[in-house]
């Protein structure tokens, strides 16, 4: 089993579409969870984070986390075609003096204008 | 403020050959990570330092070290290199190495080895 899991998609949506992102991780213990945006070709841009069960909400993004499914996702109101990237979801784990970042594969978004 | 900054931006070596990567983190961060990233995959955890003290090592060979300066910029070495090590290498930093601190990238180091 990954530690981290996406659907690697390709995951296609109308412009103005809700895009709706899913991320599972199997260490219980995690901690802090990170969505990433990354355009082909240019390193991971931090979009989102949350640390605690519930939604958190910032502008057309909203991650929301469930530790006791142990599920992550994100939800991408109003598509834009710019929105088309590979997203990222990454953990912190709760072993471990270091608190270095485990990334699944990416999901890959296509926003279709 | 200036983000995170890495040199080189691009780098071809050969294989056996010896490479050095430089990042400097966003003014204030005190913690660097480097990370590996192949195609298709998402970034691979490599070394994590902190007030110049290496705080974690991911599943990496011997081949690669690091380091980290009084002035919180960071260096990447990579000894004997094979083609497997053809990757984007990845630099982050961050206020401290804790985890609420997210972790900001730089544009990375594109490496090819020939």
Known sequence: QKEVEQNSGPLSVPEGAIASLNCTYSDRGSQSFFWYRQYSGKSPELIMFIYSNGDKEDGRFTAQLNKASQYVSLLIRDSQPSDSATYLCAVIRSSGSARQLTFGSGTQLTVLP | ?114
């Open chain 2, 1 to 114: 403020d200036a983000g995170v900054t890495q040199s080189p931006t691009h780098l071809i070596k050969t294989r056996g050959q010896h490479v050095t990567l430089r990042c400097s983190p966003i003014s204030g961060h005190k913690s660097v990570s480097w990370y590996q990233q192949v195609l298709g995959q998402g970034p691979q955890f490599i070394f994590q330092y902190y007030e110049k003290e290496e705080r974690g090592r991911g599943n990496f060979p011997d081949r690669f070290s690091a380091r980290q300066f009084p002035n919180y910029s960071s260096e990447l070495n990579v000894n004997a290199l094979l083609l497997g090590d053809s990757a984007l290498y990845l630099c982050a930093s961050s206020l401290g190495p804790y985890s609420n601190q997210p972790q900001h990238f730089g544009d990375g180091t594109r490496l090819s080895i020939l």
